[in-house]
């Protein structure tokens, strides 16, 4: 059974950084991609970085590009966003999500995930 479980999320300055995780099981790296989305009250959910099966490749949404960063630990089964110099417009809902063999076109795309997390929040403060 695929599961994914967030933690990370909390109240932070303008300016600070947060670390979020992913606990995964279930599957492989080998053959599922990992991506991080968000989601804000009143806004619709939207990619913010994937971590493709496989070889690892990264990618991100321009609004993050900089600031943000995905890895993951295969030791640990655990997918982290590494974020950075938050602002008051990354406030959201953090999930992460998991499916096997998507391309690279849709990584950012809500349906194009299978699997998804509860959430964890993140609040940023001005």
């Known amino acids: 059974e695929v599961q994914l479980v967030e933690s990370g999320g909390a109240l932070v300055q303008a300016g600070g950084s947060l670390r979020l995780s992913c606990a995964t099981s279930g599957f492989s790296y080998d053959d599922y991609a990992v991506g991080w989305f968000r989601q804000a009250p009143g806004k619709e959910r939207e990619g913010v970085a994937c971590i493709s099966s496989g070889h690892g490749d990264t990618y991100y949404a321009d609004s993050v590009k900089g600031r943000f960063t995905i890895s993951r630990d295969k030791a640990k089964n655990t997918v982290y966003l590494q974020m950075n110099n938050l602002k008051p417009e990354d406030t959201a809902v953090y999930y992460c999500?998991?499916?096997?063999?998507?391309?690279?076109?849709?990584?950012?795309?809500?349906?194009?995930?299978?699997?998804w997390g509860q959430g964890t929040q993140v609040t940023v403060s001005s």
């Open positions: 999500a998991a499916n096997r063999d998507i391309s690279s076109g849709r990584y950012s795309d809500v349906d194009a995930y299978n699997y």
